[in-house]
C-alpha cells in the first residue's frame, strides 16, 4: 500500500509487505469501545505477534479520520502530522500519547480555549515524548497578514489524509481495511485470539 513520503511514519512494518491492514481512527473519539482500545491492541499484542508469526506479511497504516464534529479533531490531527514531519519514527508514539490524554481535547475541556492555545498544549505534549515543541508549534502556527484562508504547514497533508478517507467512504472511527478493502467484521472490542484467528483466515 503506498504512502506519500511525508506520511512514512504512519506505517508499521515493511512497505514491501504482501498484505495491508489500514486502520482509520479518530483522536478524539469517544473512549472504548472505539478507536483507543483498537490501537492499543494493535500496538501491544496484534504487531508482536504478527512479527513472530508472520513477520514482514502485513503492514499496518494508521489512516486519520478527522471527525469535524468535534471541533478539537482537527487540530489534534494536525499536530500528529506536525510530530511527523519534526520527527517520523515518533509518529506511532505521540499517536499513543493522544489517545491517553483524548479526554483533555474533548468539547467540554476546551470549549473556553482558543486554536492557539491547544496548538501550545499539544506542542507541549509533543515536548514530553522529546519532540521539540517549538518546531511542532512552528508547523502549527496561522501566519497573521492578509487574509487568505491558507491554513498553517500542515494543512495540505490534512487535506490528503481526508481525501483518502472520503475517496475510501469512510465516515466512522475506527474502520479497518484489509488489502484496501473495507471490512466490517473486525470489531474494536477484539482481543488477541480474535485477531489470530482473523490472520488464520487471511494469510
Known sequence: ?????????????????????????????CPAPHSKPQLNIALQDVIPYLNNEHPDEVQLIFRQQVQPWHPSSTLVHEAALAVERVDNTKFWEFSDVLFERQTEYYDEAVYTKSRNEIYGKLADLATSIKVPGDKVLSYLTIRSGEAKNSGNQVTNDLKLQIKIGRQNGIHVSPTVLFDGLRDDSVSSSWELDQWKEYFKNKL
Open 1 to 29: 500500500m503506498a504512502l506519500a513520503p511525508q506520511f512514512i511514519g504512519h506505517r508499521i512494518g515493511s512497505a514491501a509487505a504482501k498484505h495491508s491492514l489500514e486502520v482509520y481512527l479518530d483522536y478524539t473519539v
